[in-house]
Structures are given as C-alpha cells and as structure tokens.
C-alpha cells in the first residue's frame, strides 16, 4: 500500500515525516497523471501546487482553518488529501467537479471559478472570525501570480492592510503563468524576484553558516529565519512590491521544497496578522510533456496518453476557435484599423495567430476583463475597431463597463464570446449562459450568434464594420460541426432554412441550435405539422421579417442555449407585442439555475432541450392541449385530420 492510500483527511498527514511527505508527493503527481490523462481536465497547474497543498493541510487545520482557492481548477491534490481519491469521473455527471464544490465536501469553500475573487472572500471570512470571537482560526487563500494582475486583488489587499489584527495569510503561487506566461507590471517586477541571484545567494550562505556550527545553531537559525527573511528580501528589495501594504512578507520561498513550505506556512501561522507567503513554483512539475509544452504546459488537456503526453482523442471538425482564429488573421490583414484584446487568455480565445503576425496591434492585460472593455472603448475613440476576445462566461464581469464605457459612448468595439451556451465538464461557473440575457438590455447592441463555421466568417466580418456602437459574436465549445445552408435570405439578414406549405409553426434558431430546430421540424412533418424553421444571424435587434414570419404563423417556437429568463425568445415575444401580433411564443432554453457538470447532452437534456421533447410539446400546443395554444386555423381550414399525432410522441 502507498502512502497515498492512506491518507483519508488532511490529518492522516500528522503522522508522517518530511521524508515520507515528499514520498507522499510523488504518489500524488505519478496518480494526477495517470488519472486526468483517462479523463482530461487541468493538469499542469495541479501538478505544480502538489507541495504546497500537503504543507498547507499539514500545517493549518481544514475545515477549521478556511482554505480559499483562487480560480479552483488547481484543487485536484487539496480533493485528493480530504477524502476524494476516486477520479474515475472527473469532470462528469455523477464524477467529481473539476473545481471546488461545497455539496462534495467541507473542505471546500469557494465554489466560483472566476479568478482574483479569493482575497476579498479570505477578507470577509477573517473579519466574521474575529467579530464573532473565533480569533484562533486562520484563513488561507491560495492567489496565482496570474491573478493579481485582476483589479480586486489589490482592492482586497487595500482592505486586508487597513485592519492588522487577522489570522490571514496569503499564499502566493508565483509559477510565471495564468493561461500562458503571466504579463504586465506586475509580472515583470516578479520575474525579477524569481530569478534575482542575490537573494538566494543571500539565504543559502547564511543557512551554510549556521548548519557548520551544529544543531544548536541550526535551531537558532530556525528561530530567527523569519526576521531574516525580512531583512534579505529587504536587502534584495524584495518587498519593494509590498512595502506600501504594511503585510508581512515571506519569501520567496521554494514551493517544491516540503521542509521549506512547512517552515515558511509555520511562521505565517504564528505571527498572528496578515502575512504573504510568495512561492516560485513550476507549472507542470515533475512531467516532461507538459514541462516542455511552451503553449500553457498542460493548464487543461483532454484524454492524453500518460506516457507521450500526445492526446488519444480523434481529430475532427475544425473547432470554432480556430475557425476565428483564422478569420480575425484575414481581416486583420485587410483592415489595419482592427486590434486584438484579451484578459490572460491569448491562445485559448484564438488571438495568438494575430499575435504572431501583429504583435503590436494585439494586448493582452491579464486577468483584467473591466479593464479590457474599458480600454476598447478608449481604442475606438482614437481611430481603432477592438476584437474582445473572451470566454463568454467572463463578460459578466465587465458588464458595467460594456454599458457605460462602449455602449453609452456608442464605440465600435467587437465582442467575441468563445465558450458560450452550455460548455459541459467545467462547471456551474464556466457555462457561457448569462451572456444573451444581460447583454440584449445595453441599448444600440447588436447581438450575432452564427450558426456553423461559414456564418461565422461572414458575420465576424458585418461585426468590425460597424463602428458606432457594440457588436457582439458568440460561439460555443467544441467543433463547429454540420453547415446548414439557407434555402433562401431574407432582406434584413435572417436565413430561411426549411419551408412548409403549412404556416403552422415557426421555429426560430438562435446559433447553433439550428440543426435541433431542423430536427424538431421533421418530426413535426411525420405529425402533418408544418413548420418553418429560420436562424435571424443577428439576434439583437429582432429583425422585422421575424414579426412579419410570426404573423403568418399559429405559434412561435424559439430555441436557444442561454438562460430562458430574459433571452432572446422573451425579447421576441415582446417585440411581437409592441408590433400589435398575438401569435403565441413558447421560450425554449436554460432553466435559470446553476447547471451541473456533465456532457453538453447531459444538461440538454436535463432541460428539456431535445428534439423529441421540443416536438411532443409543440404538437401538444397545436392540438390546444398544453400552453401557450397555438391559433386556431382559419375557418376554411378547421380539419384537423392531416394531423396524426403517434399516441406515444403525444404522451
């Protein structure tokens, strides 16, 4: 039996030796290879905090002790060491979550996964501890180097500093990356530190000294290293980042170093007031695949062989990513008017082939989304069309910005949402839902959701043409899949993707749910249900065709993959309204709930969000037996006979 079979709490950890602890943390890499590569999931960040969670949970006590991760996806080893060794179904329905989760266990507190947030949540969690008089419990919050290059982190620190009288301490993972390398400032003045030789110059010639003169000047040199941490980061000006925050400082310590983390955390535990323990860790610690891999290091894989680090899965369509990707390059090179901007996700929102060809025109500014809106606005301002590159889970945090910096100042700035609608094994805080729902309020959007890969070339290009007010393009994970083509176009834009000589339903597919909406109508047909099936492209404003479609027909069914509350089925039933049509609309889309981890299908279907369910409402709406009824044929045509309903689809 290895060590990491035994280990069923964080304290089954108090038994073992520094020897066995780093026996211990070379079980847990050999096991997080050998699992994630079965299932895919964040494996190089999860790889390089492996020393650092053991010293953690062996020297502060969980849950007692609030451990608050940034982000999250680098929790895998913090699940594994409270009692979740099965890994059989990471990231799938029924598996465990690839990030935090309460209803798994009372170790983990914050579930969210959008970064910078943890200082502000360690700040209201170390304040409630003290004004309820629970003052001998600690919080910990884990921060990447990445993460403080997001706005609220210094908010946070700005409070912490105010009040010196908390059991906090802040751990910083400083391994140079969020995505891919970590920029800015910030970055730079860290860079410096992490490889300045003076510093470890410094504390290795000291620590030689003392371990000549035996074991009672080791014990002192133990004793005293935490106010010659101070001095030694103050004479290598260390702290020069720090100094104004009034914080304790350690480091920078070795994260891969077990007896290094325990003493470091040890003298964090006991200063008794806010303290930052800066560490230099390696992303990918320990595995020459992701080590080597210049991209991100393996921050997210999918089914790989544990070996070669070469993925195991079939190749297929183009994914949409790449598909912009491209497109961006063309018309960047067209239009010289056109700059990229992303917030730490350069590669995974396709800007890096711009990148590479424009490496000026393209800005990256760390994980800073309020920040990037803000600055497209002011680049629209001075003769420029911005690219806001995504994912669209994270445009949430910029709405503030999206309606009183670019639409209230009417900038041409483009949006594009990578990851939106239901993205599958991440989790409640990475769908891509809201997006639809919030954004359609900002007066002057425009809103496009192409529906495969030529639509969205064709509607990227409409996007950064426009030039006095906010355009934004959403797309989902994956594969772009199956082209549907338009049997004909309509004059404001919507295509028109299947005709029946039967005006009794119109079905009105927003993105890629036009082949569900293609499906639910062939299913109509079987029933003698006509129905004609469009995709408006662009989605915000309503175009008029869709109101005067809606007219001719006995019920509207619209089909999205955001939120129902809000979204574009709403919008389109109160446009009818505002234009004096009574044709019933059903809304078909996400219930307004945090979604579960699972397969796209999975949550589909949870919803209620597939072709035969879709159909065995609609047919029940036309026949007059659920709600919203569709209208009643005109007299001429009150037979009702062509309609044969299969007994079974019916119930």
């Known amino acids: 039996m290895g060590l990491l079979e035994t280990i069923s709490g964080p304290r089954d950890l108090d038994g073992l030796s520094n020897q066995q602890l780093i026996e211990l943390a070379a079980e847990v890499r050999a096991f997080l290879v050998s699992e994630v590569a079965k299932t895919g999931g964040h494996l190089g960040p999860n790889l390089g905090v492996v020393e650092m969670t053991i010293a953690i949970h062996r020297v502060f006590e969980s849950p007692r002790d609030a451990i608050v991760f940034d982000t999250g996806h680098q929790t895998y080893v913090h699940k594994m060491l409270t009692g979740r060794q099965d890994f059989s179904k990471l990231r799938q329905r029924g598996g465990l979550a690839g990030y935090p989760q309460r ?19 360690a700040d209201g969690i170390s304040r409630a501890f003290e004004i309820t008089g629970q003052s001998d419990r600690h919080v910990i919050a884990v921060v990447g180097d990445g993460s403080l290059t997001g706005g609220m982190t210094w908010e946070a620190l700005n409070n912490i500093s105010d009040d010196n009288t908390r059991r906090l301490i802040i751990v910083v993972n400083d391994n140079g990356r969020s995505y891919a390398p970590t920029i800015g400032g910030m970055a730079r003045f860290l860079n410096t530190v992490r490889t300045r030789k003076s510093y470890r110059a410094a504390y290795l010639t000291s620590r030689q000294a003392f371990d000549h003169m035996g074991a009672p000047a080791r014990a002192f040199f133990r004793g005293v290293r935490g106010g010659l941490h101070g001095f030694l980061a103050r004479v290598t000006n260390n702290e020069a980042l720090y100094s104004n925050l009034d914080i304790k400082y350690i480091g920078p310590v070795d994260g891969h170093d077990m007896a290094a983390m325990l003493e470091a955390l040890r003298q964090a535990k006991g200063y008794g007031a806010p303290v930052i323990v800066h560490t230099i860790t390696q992303k990918g610690k320990g595995y020459d695949p992701a080590m080597q891999d210049e991209a991100d290091q393996f921050h997210a894989v999918g089914q790989i062989d544990p070996e070669t680090g070469e993925s195991t899965e079939s190749a297929g369509a183009p994914s949409w990513t ?57 680049l629209a301002f001075g003769g420029l069309h911005p690219v806001v590159a995504l994912y669209a889970t994270f445009i949430n945090r910029a709405f503030d910005q999206v309606l009183m910096d670019v639409a209230l100042h009417k900038a041409g700035v483009t949006f594009v949402l990578d990851r939106a609608g239901v993205t599958g094994p991440d989790g409640p805080s990475h769908h891509g839902i809201w997006d639809l729902a919030i954004l359609q309020v900002v007066p002057g959007i425009r809103l ?24 934004v393009l959403r797309f989902p994970k994956g594969s772009t899949g199956v082209e549907f083509d338009a049997i004909r176009r309509l004059d404001d834009g919507v295509d028109v993707l299947l005709e029946s000589s039967q005006n009794d339903v119109l079905i009105v597919t927003v993105g890629p749910m036009a082949g569900m909406g293609l499906d639910v109508a062939q299913r109509l047909a079987a029933q003698g249900i006509g129905a004609t099936v469009v995709d408006p492209r662009w989605v915000v404003p309503v175009p008029k065709s869709i109101i005067g479609l809606a007219a001719e027909h006995r019920i509207v069914v619209t089909i999205e993959d955001g939120i129902r509350v809000g979204g574009i089925g709403t919008r389109i039933r109160q ?16 219930p307004d709930e945090f979604l579960d ?3 796209r299908a999975e949550i589909l279907e949870h919803a209620g969000l597939t072709p035969q369910h879709i159909a065995r409402d609609v047919v029940a709406m036309v026949l007059g037996s659920k709600i919203p009824h569709a209208r009643a044929l005109p007299a001429d045509h009150t037979d009702t006979g062509s309609i044969t309903v299969n007994r079974a689809q019916k119930d």
């Open 103 to 121: 209803a798994e266990s009372v170790h983990d507190i914050v579930e969210s996964s959008h970064a910078s947030s943890s200082l502000s949540w």
């Open 322 to 378: 790449s598909v912009f990707a491209d497109e961006l390059l063309r018309l960047a090179t067209l239009e010289e008017r056109i700059v990229g901007i992303t917030a730490a996700m350069l590669r995974p929102t396709g800007l890096h082939k711009m990148a590479e060809r424009f490496p000026d025109r393209v800005h990256d500014v760390g994980i800073a989304e309020q920040h990037a809106v803000t600055s497209a606005a002011g």
């Open 448 to 471: 496009a959701a192409p529906r495969d890969s030529i639509r969205l070339r064709e509607e990227l290009e409409e996007a950064v043409k426009v030039d006095d007010g906010p355009t």
């Open 575 to 590: 446009d009818l309204r505002e234009a004096g049509v009574d044709t019933a609309v059903t809304e078909l889309g996400l």
């Open 597 to 599: 981890h699972g397969t």
